[in-house]
C-alpha cells in the first residue's frame, strides 16, 4: 500500500470528526464506515486542487450516504426506532423529547431539503461549500433551505 499524500493526515486528524457527524446527521446507519471511505477514496484520487480536498471529503460523504439510504431502503422494510434513554432529571427528558421531535421532522424530510439545513446549521457551511458537497448551485442550496425550514416551521 502507498502511503499517504503529505497533507492527508492532518487533514485526516482535523476533519474526520465532522465527516462522521455529518454522515450520522444525513442518516447513515455507519457513518464512521462513510468517512473512512471517503478518506480512502481521496487517498486514490489524485486532485488539481489539494486546497479542494475537503470539498470533496464532503461531496463524497454526501453521495455514500445517499447511497446507502437508497439501499437500506429497498433492503429494510421499516428502519427499528432508536432506543429510549433514561434521564434521571425532568430537564434532560424535556430537552431529549424535543430534539427527538427536531431529528424526526427533520428525517421527514425531502433527501436534498435534509441535506441542505444539516450542512448549514450543523456544520455551518457557507452556500457555496454546501453546493459543492450535494453537487447543486448556490441557488438551488437557497431554495433547499428555504423550503426545508418552511416545511420545518409547520411541523414544529
Known amino acids: 500500500?502507498?502511503?499517504a499524500p503529505p497533507g492527508h493526515a492532518e487533514l485526516f486528524a482535523a476533519h474526520y470528526g465532522s465527516l462522521v457527524r455529518l454522515a450520522g446527521l444525513l442518516?447513515?446507519?455507519?457513518?464512521?464506515?462513510?468517512?473512512?471511505?471517503a478518506f480512502a477514496r481521496l487517498h486514490t484520487r489524485?486532485?488539481?486542487d489539494e486546497?479542494?480536498?475537503l470539498g470533496y471529503l464532503r461531496s463524497i460523504v454526501c453521495n455514500?450516504?445517499?447511497?446507502?439510504?437508497?439501499h437500506l431502503r429497498i433492503t429494510r422494510l421499516r428502519?427499528?426506532?432508536?432506543?429510549?434513554h433514561a434521564r434521571s432529571s425532568e430537564h434532560a427528558v424535556l430537552v431529549a423529547?424535543?430534539?427527538?421531535?427536531?431529528?424526526?421532522?427533520?428525517?421527514a424530510l425531502p433527501r436534498r431539503q435534509r441535506e441542505a439545513l444539516i450542512l448549514r446549521y450543523w456544520l455551518d457551511l457557507s452556500e457555496r461549500e454546501?453546493?459543492?458537497?450535494m453537487g447543486v448551485t448556490p441557488g438551488s442550496v437557497k431554495t433547499h433551505a428555504s423550503r426545508g425550514l418552511a416545511a420545518l416551521r409547520g411541523k414544529l
Do not use: K, S, V, Y
Not at 64 to 70: D, E, P, S, W
Not at 79 to 84: D, H, N, V
Not at 97 to 107: G, I, M, P, Q, S
Open 27 to 37: 442518516g447513515a446507519d455507519d457513518p464512521e464506515d462513510i468517512a473512512q471511505e
Open 1 to 3: 500500500m502507498t502511503p
Open 130 to 133: 454546501i453546493a459543492e458537497a
Open 64 to 70: 455514500l450516504t445517499r447511497n446507502r439510504l437508497r
Open 51 to 53: 486546497g479542494a480536498a
Open 79 to 84: 428502519r427499528p426506532e432508536p432506543p429510549e
Open 97 to 107: 423529547e424535543e430534539h427527538r421531535e427536531l431529528l424526526a421532522a427533520l428525517d
Open 46 to 48: 489524485r486532485l488539481r
